[in-house]
C-alpha cells in the first residue's frame, strides 16, 4: 500500500489535488481540485450519475439548494444530535474531540527524569513513570476542561441583518434536500413504489478533528440516494443496495481486497437507522468508510409532515391505502472515492533499470484519455500530422499535444497521471526523401507498454474498442512490439 505522503506529493506535483488558499498558508482541511483532479473527480460523478440515475427505471435525479429553511434541520434532528463530544486546553487553547484525544501522540514532560520531554503513542503510558495522559496531548501542561457538546453544522445568516432569526446553516448532509422534496418529485414524476431519487452536491461538516488529506474534509461533495419502499421489503431492499454499491467500486478498477463490509453496532448506529453497514477501503491510513448504505426506516418522512404540516404520504392504489415510505440510503463520497480511485490506481514498477511511476485508472475515470506525441518535433509534417490528429481525437474524447521532451519521458509523464493510450506520430507516418509516407501511427498502451501500428483512418475506430477494455484483442490482430 502506497503511503499518503506519495499521493499527496504526486496530487501536488501533476496537478491533481493542491492545498487551498495555499499561497496564504492554506485552509485547514480544504482542498482544490487542479486541472486533472477536476477531471478525474467529474468522471468518478458522470459514472456514478449514468450508473446509479440514467440507466436505471426507478430512479431520478434532484439538484437541491445548500441553504435551506432552519426548520429543516430541527425536523431532522441535526440541531439537537449532530454534535461531537469536545474538550479545550485550559492553556493552549487547542480543542479536541474527548473521543479521540487518545489516538495520536502527547506531549509528557516527566517528573520521574527531572521533567525531560517525551512524545508517547497515543493511548500508551510513560515508560519512566507510569503515568497515562491527563493533561493536553499537545502542550503538555494544561488541563482539559469537561466535554461539552459541539454542534457540527456551519451556522451563517441569510439577508442583511446578523441576527437569530436569520440563521441559516449550510446543509450537512444533501439527504434532505431530498426528503422535503419527496412530495414535488413523486407528484411531478408519477412515480411508483420502489423508486430512487438522487442527487451530486457539496455538504457542510465543521469537524473539529479533519484529516487525512481529502478523506476527512470540512467542506465535501456527496453522491446521495435515497430509495424509498414499501415497509417491510426494506430489509430486503437494503441488502440489495448493499450488493450492488459494494460491486460498483471494482467495476471501476478497485482491487476487490481492498474492499470490506462493516456493520454498524447498535450503539454506533445513527438515531434514524434501523441498520447501516459501511463499505470500507484499504485507506493508506488503514480501513476507513467508503460509502454508507443506511435504513433510515420512515424517519426523516414523518418528521418532516410533523414539523411542516405538509402530508409526506404515498397512495397505494393496489389496497387503496395512505403509506409513509421506507428508505434506503447509499451516501457515498465524491471526494473519498476520488481519493480511493487515485490510491488503488498507483503502481511503482522498475522498467530497464528505471523507476516507473503509473497510475493504471480505468479509461472511464482516467483524466486524459489520450496523449499525441510527434516523435520529432523538428519535423515539421510530423508535427502538423500529430496536431490534426489531437484536434480530431479530440471531438470524442479528452486528448492532449506533448513535444516538450524525447519520447521515453513523454511516456512516464502520461504513465505518472493514468493516461491510457500514447499514440505517436513518426517519419514513417508522413514519409521522407527515402520513402513514401505508411499514414500509420503507433499506438501504445500505458499498462502492458505494448505497441500496435494503425492506419490513420481506422483510428477513431481501433481507440473505441480500446476505450472498452479489447486491447488484448487489437494487439492480437495488428501484432507487436514492446517499448
Ligand atoms: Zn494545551
Ligand atoms: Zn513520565
Known sequence: MVEMD??????????????????????????????????????????WWRDSVQSRADMVGLDSSILMHPRVWKASGHLDHFTDPMVDCRACKKRFRADKIDDDIWIHFCEATKGNKFNIPGGEACKHCGAKRTLCPVCGKGDLTEPRQFNLMFKTFMGPVEEDAA????????????????????????????????????SFRNEITPGNFTFRTREFEQMEIEFFVMPGTDEEWHQRWLDERFAWYPKYGI????LRLREHEKDELAHYAKRTADIEYLFPMGWSELEGVANRTDFDLKQHAEFSGK???????????????????????????????????????????????????????APIKIAVLPLLKKNSRIVETAHKLCADLRKRWHAVYDDTASIGRLYRRQDEVGTPFCVTVDVQTVGDDKAAADDKVTIRDRDSMQQVRVDLTSLPRVMERLMAGEWPQVHAEHGVTRE
Request: positive net charge; contains cysteine.
Open 6 to 47: 506519495k499521493i499527496v506529493s504526486l496530487c501536488k506535483r501533476r496537478g491533481f489535488i493542491f492545498q487551498s488558499s495555499e499561497i496564504y498558508g492554506g485552509t485547514g482541511s480544504c482542498w482544490d481540485y487542479g486541472p486533472l483532479g477536476v477531471e478525474l473527480k467529474n468522471n468518478v460523478k458522470r459514472a
Open 167 to 202: 440563521v441559516a446553516y449550510l446543509r450537512p448532509e444533501t439527504a434532505q434536500g431530498i426528503f422535503v422534496n419527496f412530495d414535488n418529485v413523486l407528484q411531478s414524476m408519477r412515480l411508483k413504489l420502489p423508486f430512487g431519487i438522487a442527487q451530486i452536491g457539496k
Open 255 to 258: 482491487r476487490r481486497e481492498n
Open 311 to 365: 402530508a409526506l404520504e404515498y397512495f397505494d392504489e393496489e389496497t387503496k391505502q395512505k403509506i409513509v415510505p421506507y428508505v434506503i440510503e447509499p451516501s457515498a463520497g465524491a471526494d473519498r472515492g476520488t481519493l480511493a480511485f487515485l490510491v488503488d490506481a498507483h503502481r511503482e514498477e522498475e522498467v530497464k533499470g528505471e523507476k516507473r511511476v503509473v497510475l493504471n485508472f480505468h479509461p472511464e475515470l
